[in-house]
């Protein structure tokens, strides 16, 4: 539907000659509890000046059905005045007053205002998400983020239940079956910002409160919310903890008062994201409540979600980009900052080594795509904006404001932001505001290191060159820099030596800057050739690094010896990057795992290295030596299990790498037990979540029945149950269940975002990729009627979901590439999905071709 699609070029027109004043929203949404019921009213009354009298505009709306169109008191005709896509109002005068009444569709797609019925008690639950465009599928709005205004919404809901918005509720009074809640206006905000929450929410209430320069004292309200039936499991203390370490620190650092009044905080269910920073009103997914045992880097990536949300409060709320262009400028920052907090404020002092073991992979992996682009991005249009929330936006981007941070050093930088906070607040900025306000503060000129680092795409390779003397000494250390253009590169190089106890410990450290192809280091000639040459030890650059030979010997007997965890964590993921790319046998990676794993002390990373060498196996792995190498993991599995401390993360950790791995009669009969209660391990507790991903094990293996399957969801009737039981149907390795799944979800639109997913999972599972290989020529059938039909979130999800990813063979290479040659002017963001996908593929054969010799 290229109607839906609003381009850059056409924002620009509307922001030129328009200016809003304020926008009251009434919605009206008594109906949600009647499952009948498909829409809810919409009422929008929005105030705007024109400087360009008589002329024509149009407001952004995807509705059913427009009731009412009035402007400055002048009845339109909704049929002549709406297309489906957008309202159009001609004859504008220099002030005008625009209503429009429209019945707008509950959304089960995540988009919009989506709608949930608990399968637990059934309570139905209301909450929206409009980043990037998504406000007009709610009310009438100009939706684009430079056309800021002050919001006021009323809405009627049934009278059991709560609501929740931007600003707070200032008064609620009773009409018929519904009361209706008033709302604070907001300060002026982007239409993607706001947000209501409606339903019988469980609420926890706190505040917080800090004296401010001036003497005065600033109040914040706290609440946290999450569904009725999850209270139980709501540890509202640990959330809002983590908030109040958070509002402590962004007030030390910004200098620039909270400015939305309250801070609500709703867990929601069903949600796409992660989490979005709705000013006074943000939304997290629900499965940051646990209802299981969940490991500790669970707990320290929620409190980075916090953390990252409540930075954008400043940046991306007070102040935001002008158009999706400059993304970046909220999400590398939020990113960036959500780190920098949790270090600093929070008991989760690890978090620059989860940011440079997993944050950064998915940097890495996104930015060697073929469809890379600079941080700073080229956005034509809303379906370009929507898939560029990617690991470029997010995570390279915080790595280059990390090593900017560097750069001009942490008191100009935090200056620098103080000043941009201040000078444009409540306003729109493009990259040189924010890069003004830098030099200033630093007195230095960025122009380059914006030019190198925002400007280009790619990721750089360093490799140490080493070469030493008959006493082995070493005579010159070189860093050969590779892959696209050279960029300048503060960059530390650790050495590393056995200690007297046999460990591996850094002996010395320099840090040096590497600009062009071949950086000579002099000042490490004439020391002895250590065991391990680490270039960017202590993550100071964004780089792919190899090692020498020599030093690859010693990783290769003694890689967890390294004692530093960030430098272990750096070395892994340079392990990783070399099995990807085909030079590191993928045997070689999953021998590493199968010994060194075991002794890891970080759980995230640990839980990253089970991940990777889970992917490792299925994709990149020789095919003649899959099963060997599942073994080889399953076996691991099982003896790490029964090594871990009872009760421990590390245990935990290990009984679901083993239902990952499981293949073996007796690792499935094992997996059976636990189930039955028949088999046991001491202090592992198997609670629902673990139950679910056994299941999942027996089901891969065909080892569940459906009765079986259903009768633990009777035991968990759940949200969380139905998505894993969906999942579980799906992955049953019979012709009928893949028909089934892919039914589902192509053949109807009637799922709901979540069970979309878990179909998809459940077919994509890997170890019967025979029963899916048929689907490849299906799959590119249907794109483009999927691309048309479906809302651009589900569109993403079925077209990345589907691909052929598993089907790792020639064949399919060539299906990919045919369709693309064949679909040269599919839309953009559609290509994007399957060149991805593509290289993807390509990069699997590589990487089993080092593997098969
Ligand atoms: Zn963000």
């Known amino acids: 539907m290229p109607g839906k699609n609003l381009s850059r070029d056409e924002a620009q027109q ?37 400087s360009a009298p008589g002329s024509a505009t149009f407001l952004d709306l995807l509705a059913p059905t427009v009731r009412a169109v009035s402007l400055n008191g002048r009845a339109l005709d909704p049929a002549a005045a709406f297309d489906g896509v957008r309202v159009t109002v001609d004859g504008l005068a220099e002030r005008n007053v625009l209503v429009i009444e429209a019945d707008c569709a509950y959304s089960r797609t995540g988009e919009g205002l989506h709608r949930f019925v608990d399968p637990a008690d059934g309570e139905t639950y209301l909450y929206t998400h409009f980043e990037p465009a998504d406000a007009r599928r709610v009310f009438a709005t100009f939706e684009q983020p430079d056309l800021k205004a002050p919001y006021t919404f009323t809405v009627t809901a049934p009278a059991a239940w709560d609501v929740y918005s931007n600003g707070a509720d200032e008064s609620v009074e009773t009409e018929g079956d519904g009361r209706i809640w008033h709302f604070a206006t907001t300060r002026p905000i982007s239409s993607y910002l706001t947000a209501v929450v409606a339903g019988p929410y469980h609420v926890v209430r706190d ?31 640990e959330i809002l903890t983590v908030t109040k370490q958070g509002l402590d620190y962004f007030h030390e650092e910004f200098d620039y008062p909270y400015p939305f009044g309250k801070y609500d905080q709703c867990f929601v269910p069903e949600y796409n994201i992660g989490a979005m920073e709705n000013p006074g009103c943000v939304t997290f997914r629900e499965e940051f409540v646990f209802r299981s045992k969940v490991t500790d880097a669970a707990y320290e990536g929620r409190a980075n979600v916090i953390l990252h949300e409540m930075a954008h409060m400043w940046f991306g709320d007070l102040v935001t980009m002008k158009w999706w262009d400059d993304l970046w400028l909220k999400e590398s920052f939020a990113d960036f900052m959500g780190s920098y907090a949790q270090v600093a404020a929070t008991r989760y002092r690890s978090a620059w080594i989860t940011f440079a073991n997993r944050r950064k992979a998915w940097a890495y992996r996104q930015d060697q795509f073929p469809t890379t682009h600079p941080i700073t991005a080229d956005i034509r249009d809303l379906e370009d904006a929507k898939l560029n929330f990617d690991g470029i936006t997010y995570a390279k981007g915080a790595s280059v404001l990390k090593q900017l941070v560097a750069y001009v050093g942490r008191d100009a930088f ?54 030493v003397d008959a006493e082995g000494r070493i005579t010159e250390l070189a860093v050969l820099q590779d892959g696209g253009t050279p960029r300048p590169h503060r ?39 250590p065991a391990l040459v680490l ?37 892994w993921s340079a392990v990783w990057n070399l099995t990807r790319d085909g030079v590191m046998p993928t045997r070689d990676y999953l021998s590493l795992v199968e010994r060194f794993a075991g002794t890891e002390s970080q759980i995230g990373v640990l839980q990253s290295l089970h991940q990777q060498a889970r992917g490792a196996l299925s994709l990149y792995a020789a095919p003649e030596r899959r099963a060997e190498g599942g073994r080889l993991l399953a076996e691991c599995a099982l003896r790490e299990l029964r090594a871990a401390a009872p009760g421990s993360d590390h245990q935990l950790a290990w009984a679901r790498f083993l239902a990952h791995t499981a293949t073996g009669t007796e690792h499935l009969q094992l997996v059976g037990g636990l189930l039955a209660g028949t088999a046991r391990i001491d202090g592992l507790e198997v609670d629902q979540e673990l139950r679910w991903e056994l299941w999942l094990t027996l089901a891969c293996a065909g080892q569940a029945t459906e009765a079986r399957l259903r009768a633990e969801l009777a035991q968990d009737n759940t949200a969380s149950g139905k998505q894993h039981l969906t999942h579980c149907l799906a992955a049953v390795p019979t012709a009928e269940a893949k028909a089934a799944a892919w039914s589902a979800v192509i053949d109807s639109d009637e799922l709901p975002n979540a069970l979309v997913e878990a179909q998809i999972a459940g077919f994509a599972q890997p170890d019967r990729r025979d029963l899916t290989a048929g689907y490849t020529a299906r799959y590119f059938d249907v794109l483009e009627t999927v691309w048309a039909q479906r809302s651009i979130e589900i569109a993403v999800k079925i077209v990345g979901g589907f691909f052929p990813r598993v089907q790792t063979d020639v064949q399919t290479l060539a299906a990919a590439d045919t369709w693309l040659t064949a679909h040269p002017d599919a839309a953009p963001a559609l290509r994007r999905l399957v060149l991805e996908g593509r290289d993807d593929l390509a990069r699997a054969l590589r990487a089993q071709a080092c593997d098969q010799v």
Do not use: M
Request: glycine content about 6%; aromatic content about 8%.
């Open 207 to 237: 505040s917080y409160s800090r004296k401010l320069a001036d003497g005065t004292t600033l109040e914040i309200p706290l609440a946290a919310t999450c569904r009725k039936s999850l209270a139980r499991y709501f540890d509202a203390d």
């Open 491 to 529: 960059l530390a190089i650790g050495l590393y030596d056995r200690d007297t106890d046999g460990s591996l410990v850094r002996t010395h450290r320099v840090e040096i800057d590497v600009t062009g192809a071949r950086t000579v280091v002099a000042e490490l000639a004439g020391l002895p050739r």
């Open 14 to 50: 509307r922001a030129d000659v328009l200016s809003v004043d304020s926008y009251r929203i009434h919605l009206d949404v008594t109906s949600a509890v009647d499952p009948a019921a498909a829409t809810f009213r919409s009422t929008t009354t929005v105030e705007f000046r024109s």
């Open 414 to 467: 935090f200056d620098g932001v103080r000043q941009y906070f201040k000078r444009h607040a409540f306003g729109n900025t493009v990259l040189g505001d924010l890069l003004g306000a830098l030099e200033e503060t630093s007195g230095r000129d960025l122009t380059a290191w914006a030019a190198a680092w925002l400007q280009t795409s790619g990721v750089n390779l360093l490799t140490p060159q080493v070469t």
């Open 535 to 571: 270039l960017n030890d202590d993550d100071l650059t964004y780089c792919k690094i190899r090692f020498d030979d020599h030093s690859l010997e010693t990783l290769r007997s003694s890689l967890g010896d390294i004692t530093d965890p960030l430098a272990r964590a750096l070395t």
